[in-house]
C-alpha cells in the first residue's frame, strides 16, 4: 500500500472537491484528447472511402492471367470490366480506373481534330 500513495495523492488532489465531472474534463482538457478523436474520425473517412470503390462493391473475379493479375467483372474480357496489374492491388487499381472510363463517342471519328 505505501507504494501507491503518492498516486492516491496525485488522483486525490485531481479531484479536488469531491467533483468527479469536473476532473475527468480537466484530465481530458490536459490529456488534449480533441487531437485523438480528429484522427479516429480521419481514420474512419478513409476506409469508408475504401468500402465504395468499385473494386470492393462489384466484388470482381481476381485471377492470373498470363503474367499479369487480371480483375474482372462479367462473364468475359469483351463485354465485362476488366482491370490488369502486375499485383491484386494494382489490378484492382486499374479496375477501379476502368470503372469510371467512358466509352468513346460515335460521333468521336465525324469530329475534326484540333491543331495548334
Known amino acids: 500500500m505505501e507504494t501507491y500513495q503518492p498516486i492516491y ?23 488534449n484528447i480533441s487531437h485523438h478523436v480528429s484522427m479516429v474520425a480521419e481514420n474512419y473517412r478513409c476506409a469508408a472511402g475504401e468500402q465504395e470503390r468499385p473494386c470492393v462493391l462489384f466484388r470482381p473475379t481476381v485471377f492470373i492471367d498470363g503474367d499479369q493479375w487480371c480483375a474482372l467483372y462479367g462473364e468475359n474480357l469483351q463485354e465485362g470490366v476488366a482491370g490488369f496489374g502486375a499485383s491484386p492491388a494494382d489490378a484492382a487499381a486499374a479496375f477501379d480506373a476502368e470503372w469510371y472510363r467512358k466509352l468513346p463517342s460515335s460521333n468521336a471519328a465525324l469530329e475534326p481534330t484540333k491543331t495548334a
Open 9 to 31: 495523492d496525485a488522483v486525490r488532489s485531481k479531484i479536488g472537491n469531491g467533483d468527479i465531472g469536473a476532473a475527468v474534463e480537466a484530465a481530458l482538457r490536459d490529456a
